[in-house]
């Protein structure tokens, strides 16, 4: 059994940027694809990032490439999801997600694993 959990969220001003961790534990960290989602209220919950077990390999979503960057390290059992140039529609509560997958999917039904969640909240 695998446990997630996030931290790293708060408030920050439009442009400003945020480090968001996920540290796992009672599992094998080091095999699973680690994603991260989020659900803005009112919205469905929509992908973000994932990253494979060894880092080689990412996805980003369109709307967040070139802002956000997905990052592990193995050896702390994390995963990071470096935010910047954040916008007021990147506003939402942000889910860290893990499963033995065989490569970086988008799909949420895919992760078995999922933390809390954290909450960040962009102002202008």
């Known amino acids: 059994q695998v446990q997630l959990v996030e931290s790293g969220g708060g408030l920050v001003q439009a442009g400003g940027s945020l480090r968001l961790s996920c540290a796992a534990s009672?599992?094998?960290?080091?095999?699973?694809?680690m994603g991260w989602f989020r659900q803005a209220p009112g919205k469905e919950r929509e992908f973000v990032a994932a990253?494979?077990?060894?880092?080689?390999?990412?996805n980003i979503a369109a709307d967040v490439k070139g802002r956000f960057t997905i990052s592990r390290d193995n050896a702390k059992n994390t995963v990071y999801l470096q935010m910047d140039s954040l916008k007021l529609e990147d506003t939402a509560v942000y889910y860290c997600?893990?499963?033995?997958?065989?490569?970086?999917?988008?799909?949420?039904?895919?992760?078995?694993?999922w933390g809390q969640g954290t909450q960040v909240t962009v102002s202008s």
């Open positions: 997600a893990a499963d033995r997958l065989g490569s970086v999917y988008a799909q949420g039904a895919l992760y078995l694993y």
């Open positions: 009672g599992g094998s960290f080091s095999m699973y694809t």
């Open positions: 990253i494979n077990w060894s880092g080689g390999a990412t």
